[in-house]
């Protein structure tokens, strides 16, 4: 079956940095477009950022445009989110996710499968 295994999320100042990693198994992964959400304490989960099969088209929400950047590396089945100028309005758990298709997504009910999260925490 289909497994996502997030890791690199953890405790940051504000102004900071990190990069979240998600390595993918039990299906091809180039076939399938990825997606990163979150879900903050008392919010419901929400997109974040998705990149589609070959990594060429990428898209994002307007609260991390600028600052967050998806990336992903098909010879190692992992996608990535690079979190630059970390506010602490993006202290959330971190899902990543795959679609069913290979064209991006930014529905949260477009992704199929899910990982376990990661928590990101950011200090003001």
């Known amino acids: 079956q289909v497994q996502l295994v997030e890791s690199g999320g953890g405790l940051v100042q504000a102004g900071g940095s990190l990069r979240l990693s998600c390595a993918a198994s039990?299906?091809?992964?180039?076939?399938?477009?990825m997606g990163w959400l979150r879900q903050a304490p008392g919010k419901e989960r929400e997109f974040v950022a998705s990149?589609?099969?070959?990594?060429?088209?990428?898209y994002y929400t307007d609260a991390v445009k600028g600052r967050f950047t998806i990336s992903r590396d098909n010879s190692k089945n992992t996608v990535y989110l690079r979190m630059n100028s970390l506010k602490a309005e993006d202290t959330a758990i971190y899902y990543c996710?795959?679609?069913?298709?290979?064209?991006?997504?930014?529905?949260?009910?477009?992704?199929?499968?899910w990982g376990q999260g990661t928590q990101v925490t950011v200090s003001s």
């Open positions: 996710a795959s679609r069913n298709y290979g064209n991006i997504g930014s529905r949260v009910e477009g992704y199929t499968y």
């Open positions: 039990g299906r091809t992964f180039s076939n399938y477009a």
């Open positions: 990149i589609n099969w070959s990594g060429d088209v990428t």
